[in-house]
């Protein structure tokens, strides 16, 4: 089992969000390491849940990976801010 950070911030993403939804997607990600970094996940991986842009920083919670190899759904979707065409 490895362990990952996973960065977000409350206005986009937060863990009472998670703690609602009890799943999600984590769409959007268009840094290549991070992408990277994310394909290198397994199930059951535990990830850190962090907020970076609160007083004060840091990690919030602990989630674990359940599905990987997800094709990103934003990534299609024209209406999307996340939307590559290439």
Known sequence: MKYWLMKTEPNT?????????KTCIWDGVRNYQARNFMRQMNKRDL??????NTKPPGIIGLVQVLETS????THFDQK???YDQK
């Open 47 to 52: 990830v850190f849940f962090y907020h970076s």
């Open 70 to 73: 997800i094709t990103d759904p």
């Open 13 to 21: 993403y937060s863990i009472s969000d998670m703690k609602h939804e």
């Open 80 to 82: 999307s801010k996340y």
